[in-house]
Nanobody, 121 residues
């Protein structure tokens, strides 16, 4: 049974940093790309970032490029999102999602329950 459990969200001031984690189980973590997707209050889903199954290739939405870094630890079956220079518009529930293949942007078939990030002074 595939399980994705996010953690690390919370309240942070503008300009601050947070690191989100996503613990994965129930599938061969090293065989699938992974993504982070967010949903701001009252808005639709926004894809944020993705990482290839091997971890060597990454992609980012323009809105977070240069501020966020996605990574994965194959040994720990864990996906990360390092978020720096946070802005109020980054406030959202952040979800990790399993991609359907080794490459990203092929479609996501499993999602976690999300972790809330609030950027406010």
């Amino acid at each position: 049974q595939v399980q994705l459990v996010e953690s690390g969200g919370g309240l942070v001031q503008p300009g601050g940093s947070l690191r989100l984690s996503c613990a994965a189980s129930g599938f061969t973590f090293s065989s699938y790309a992974m993504s982070w997707v967010r949903q701001a209050p009252g808005k639709g889903l926004e894809w944020v970032s993705a990482v290839h199954s091997g971890g060597g290739s990454t992609s980012y939405a323009d809105s977070v490029k240069g501020r966020f870094t996605i990574s994965r630890d194959i040994a720990k079956n864990t996906l990360y999102l390092e978020m720096n220079s946070l802005r109020p518009e980054d406030t959202a529930v952040y979800y990790c999602a399993k991609e359907m293949g080794r490459g990203y942007r092929q479609g996501m078939d499993y999602w976690g329950e999300g972790t809330l990030v609030t950027v406010s002074s």
